[in-house]
């Protein structure tokens, strides 16, 4: 019999704040966290906008770690305190987490120092920017001497982590899992390299309606930042300790494109939602809504429209964007959108998909436009598609 994963721990620090509580706010309010940057200098920049951790969310917490760290740490805290006592052997207890970009803020840093101040970089760069430092932080944090490694696949890392945690689990590797994923790529490098791609929203007057997914009008994504992770157990381990069980990872899914570095595939994302239900042991008509990966470019919310029909034909549930609201984390962004969904359905809604004013003929699903709706859905997707052809879907059920 196959090992059931439960998840009885949830910690996001997100553009609404720090907490679910926040999250769950926005969601409900259908309430944009894109906004005008301040943590960093924007002059030299032409977008000035993105979905920015505000400061009294993280500002003093865990100094000595670099920004995406920091952020992972705080998530972790949250997602273990609501887990409660574990009474786990410390060697059956891991941490998977998954991160696009790694130590962004140290690294930009570092090279200022070094090629505009010919200064020398700080002792600690290295283990600060490694994209292993988050996992690394949380297991000894919370010691934590089980499998432990970190997932790098662009925007796909948080959901290949909570998959392969899951995995790990149902394997008979560990008894509990910390999983999910933490990015924060607000640099003046980074996103000027991103600007140079062409592919970003760009309204610094009216940043609340810059990212606007399957919408006829959409202009590109909108970088965020953030980290949510999820508190995975072993279902029996989750019982005999008495914990409220949240939810449930049930399958998962991944392939890859194997063809164009940044331009989409319908074919490969949606050969990854075609295996996860078939790992989760369920069929179309069982899922009741789909967290898109929906970036808000030309070619992604076109061609993930064009997966989903070719997986639910034409009968498919209601889909939405929740980075519509949060922006695009990177690496994060799917750990953060399973938290969103499972809070939301949890608390009774789907959540919408914001600034969706102008159809697209390629774009002909139940959106969810603009508005939460009051329902019930008893499993979800939750879809991440990443540069390189790297895509990732996790099945979960919700009790």
């Avoid at 920015?52 to 760290?69: K, M, W, Y």
């Avoid at 949060?326 to 009774?348: C, K, Q, T, W, Y």
Wanted: charged residues 20%; hydrophobic residues 40%; proline residues 5%.
């Amino acid at each position: 019999m196959t090992t059931r994963v439960a998840i009885t721990g949830i910690g996001i620090v997100s553009p609404f704040g720090r907490g679910k509580a926040a999250l769950a706010e926005a969601l409900r309010a259908a309430r944009s966290g894109v906004r005008t940057i301040t943590s960093i200098d924007t002059s030299t920049l032409n977008c000035r906008i993105a979905g920015e951790v505000p400061g009294d969310a993280h500002e003093g917490q865990h100094r000595g770690h670099d920004r995406f760290t920091r952020f992972a740490l705080i998530a972790a805290e949250e997602a273990t305190a609501q887990a409660g006592d574990l009474g786990v052997d410390p060697h059956r207890y891991g941490v998977l987490l998954g991160t696009g970009l790694g130590g962004c803020e140290t690294l930009d840093n570092s090279y200022r120092r070094f090629y505009r101040d010919s200064a020398r970089i700080a002792p600690m760069s290295i283990p600060m920017t490694m994209y292993n430092a988050a996992s690394s932080a949380v297991s000894t944090k919370l010691g934590a001497k089980g499998l432990a490694y970190s997932v790098v696949s662009a925007c796909a890392s948080s959901a290949h982590a909570i998959g392969l945690a899951a995995q790990a689990i149902r394997a008979g590797q560990a008894d509990v899992v910390l999983a999910g994923g933490s990015d924060a790529p607000l640099t003046p490098g980074i996103i000027s390299a991103w600007e140079s791609l062409r592919v970003l929203a760009i309204d610094n007057e009216h940043p609340e309606e810059a990212c606007r997914p399957f919408s006829a009008d959409r202009k590109g994504l909108v970088l965020a930042e953030g980290a949510a992770v999820l508190v995975l157990e072993t279902w029996d381990h989750a019982q005999a300790r008495g914990a409220e069980i949240l939810g449930e990872i049930a399958g998962f899914g991944a392939t890859s494109d194997a063809g164009h570095i940044t331009d989409p595939s319908a074919d490969g994302a949606a050969r990854a939602m075609d295996l996860a239900l078939r790992d989760a042991g369920m069929t179309p008509p069982d899922i009741g809504y789909i967290n898109a990966h929906g970036t808000g470019t030309r070619a992604n919310d076109a061609t993930e429209t064009a997966a989903i029909k070719a997986v639910f034909g034409t009968d498919t549930p209601p889909v939405s964007s929740t980075k519509s609201m949060h922006g695009h984390a990177m690496g994060a962004s799917g750990a953060i959108e399973i938290v969103a969904s499972l809070v939301a359905l949890r608390e009774g809604f789907l959540p919408p998909t914001i600034n969706l004013e102008t159809p697209d003929p390629e774009c002909d699903l139940d959106y969810i436009a603009n508005e939460p709706r009051e329902a019930r859905a008893g499993s979800f997707l939750s879809n991440s598609f990443g540069f390189g052809g790297m895509n990732a879907v996790v099945a979960i059920r919700v009790p």
